[in-house]
C-alpha cells in the first residue's frame, strides 16, 4: 500500500495560496453583455501534512472571476476564514453566531441571495457571509432565523425570491426544528 494521499496529488493537489490577478488575458471573445461574477468552492486543505485527508472535508476556498465590459477584470481565491483557518492564518477570526459548535470550513457551494454572496455546507454548520471581493465577513444566521445550518443544495424561487433549503442538525434527530421564518430568510 501506498503512503501517498491520492486527494492531494495531481489534479486534486489543494491550491497553496491566495492569488488576486487583473486584467486577465482572454482567448476567444467574452460577450459585451455578460457581465458579473462567476464562483467556485469547494474543499482545499491548508497543506499536505495529513496522510487521512479526504477531499470532502478540506477547508472552503472559493474562486471567482469578474467579468464586465467583454474581460476577465479580476480573478481571486480566498480560503473561508472559519476559526480553524483564520488561526491558521494567524489572523483573527472575523466573528459571529456558531451553531452547536458547529464551525467547519464551508466548502460545499458557494449561493448569491438577498444581496449576499453565501458559502455553505452539509452537515449542519451556518454559511458563511463572503465580501463581493470573496473576504469572508463571517458566519449568517440571518439575524437569528436560521436554527442550525441548510443544506448546500439550495433551490431559488425565481417568481417569489424565496430561497427554500432544508435547515438540519444531525442531533436533532427525526423532529423538525424549522419554523417559517427559517424558510423566508431574505
Not at 489543494?14 to 492569488?19: L, S
Not at 477531499?55 to 476556498?61: E, K, R
Not at 472571476?65 to 476577465?72: I, K, M, Q
Request: net charge negative; aromatic share 10%.
Amino acid at each position: 500500500m501506498s503512503d501517498v494521499n491520492r486527494f492531494l496529488e495531481g489534479s486534486f493537489a489543494p491550491v497553496t495560496e491566495e492569488v488576486t490577478a487583473y486584467g486577465l488575458p482572454v482567448t476567444g471573445r467574452i460577450p459585451a453583455g455578460l457581465s458579473g461574477r462567476y464562483l467556485r468552492n469547494g474543499p482545499n486543505p491548508l497543506g499536505l501534512d495529513d496522510p487521512n485527508y479526504h477531499w470532502f472535508v478540506g477547508s472552503g476556498m472559493v474562486h471567482g472571476v469578474r467579468l464586465r465590459d467583454g474581460t476577465a477584470e479580476w480573478y481571486r481565491n480566498r480560503w473561508v476564514r472559519s476559526k480553524a483557518v483564520a488561526a491558521a492564518h494567524d489572523q483573527p477570526w472575523p466573528g459571529g453566531p456558531v451553531h452547536e459548535n458547529q464551525d467547519f470550513a464551508a466548502n460545499t457551494h458557494v449561493i448569491g441571495h438577498a444581496g449576499r454572496t453565501l458559502a455553505v455546507v452539509e452537515a449542519g454548520a451556518l454559511p458563511y457571509e463572503l465580501s463581493y471581493e470573496l473576504d469572508t465577513i463571517g458566519p449568517c444566521d440571518f439575524g437569528g432565523t436560521l436554527p442550525g445550518g441548510f443544506a448546500a443544495h439550495t433551490k431559488l424561487d425565481r417568481a417569489t425570491g424565496e430561497l427554500h433549503a432544508i435547515a438540519y442538525f444531525w442531533a436533532w434527530g427525526t423532529t423538525s426544528s424549522t419554523s417559517s421564518s427559517t424558510r423566508r430568510a431574505r
